[in-house]
């Protein structure tokens, strides 16, 4: 029996429309609790490999599974951190990270003890608007941990924050996922972050995407991505 935080593709393609090939024979079987990092060019179907297994996407050839079960939508299995930290800007951040389990017994104690595990205590009464932009980033990660998902998905959730609070919320990223021993699936342009967080790194090809390169961390391995992603982009 596959675990339920394990996610497989097999021969995954996806076509938008009739021409945009984005994605073309992906394989790929992710064991639970492992820190996948991908990194490619603009356009070579990084989101869109996410948003398959997140179950906002069907392929159009081949098959996504998580924890051996066909994706056929979204589910509490799966939390998604984006970009921009998408927070409801009426509600507190209290509120915000408690949304997705509002209806939950013992809420309240596990929203107090996600926000001490993002660093957040201090701030559960203040709005989206009053926090900085690597705050904000926090409470969405804690907003998607908080229903316990197996599997986060992330789409280059630190590319819009200053180069300091990127690397800060990159070393407690990895604290919070050897506490909570997610399987996460991350995806960056960088390839230094890709780096220092993964515990395996695929490189994706320019579009349609397929990978190019997936190799588990090991020494000199930034050089080994950093070639690949310059010979993918071409
Ligand atoms: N809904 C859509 N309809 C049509 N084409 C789309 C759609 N979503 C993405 N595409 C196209 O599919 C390709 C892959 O897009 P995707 O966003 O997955 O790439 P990406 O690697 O995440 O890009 P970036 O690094 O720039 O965010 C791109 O050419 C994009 O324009």
Not at 6 to 13: D, E, I, R
Not at 133 to 157: K, T, W, Y
Not at 161 to 187: H, M, P, S
């Amino acid at each position: 029996m596959p675990s339920p935080d394990s996610v497989a593709l097999k021969g995954v393609t996806l076509t938008y429309g009739r021409k945009v090939h984005a994605l073309d024979g992906i394989d790929l079987a992710i064991e639970p609790g492992e820190f996948v990092a991908i990194v490619g060019p603009s356009g070579c179907g990084k989101s869109t490999l996410l948003r398959l297994v997140a179950g906002f996407a069907r392929p159009t050839g081949g098959e996504v599974r998580v924890g051996g079960e066909p994706v056929a939508g979204p589910g509490p299995d799966r939390g998604m951190v984006f970009q921009q930290p998408r927070l409801f800007p009426w509600l507190s951040v209290r509120r915000n990270v408690a949304f997705g389990i509002r209806r939950h017994p013992g809420r309240d104690a596990r929203v107090a003890e996600l926000l001490d595990l993002v660093g957040l205590a201090d701030a559960a009464r203040l709005r989206p608007y009053e926090l900085s932009g690597g705050m904000q980033q926090r409470a969405a990660i804690a907003r998607a941990l908080a229903p316990d998902p197996g599997i986060l998905l992330m789409d280059e959730p630190f590319a819009a924050l200053d180069a300091l609070t990127r690397e800060r919320l990159q070393e407690e990223l990895r604290r919070i996922w050897q506490q909570t021993g997610k399987t996460v699936l991350f995806v960056t342009h960088s390839v230094d972050e890709a780096v220092f967080l993964g515990t395996r790194v695929l490189v994706m090809s320019k579009r349609p995407g397929r990978i190019v390169l997936d190799l588990p961390h090991q020494p000199d391995l930034r050089e080994t991505v950093s070639t690949a992603v310059r010979q993918a982009a071409v």
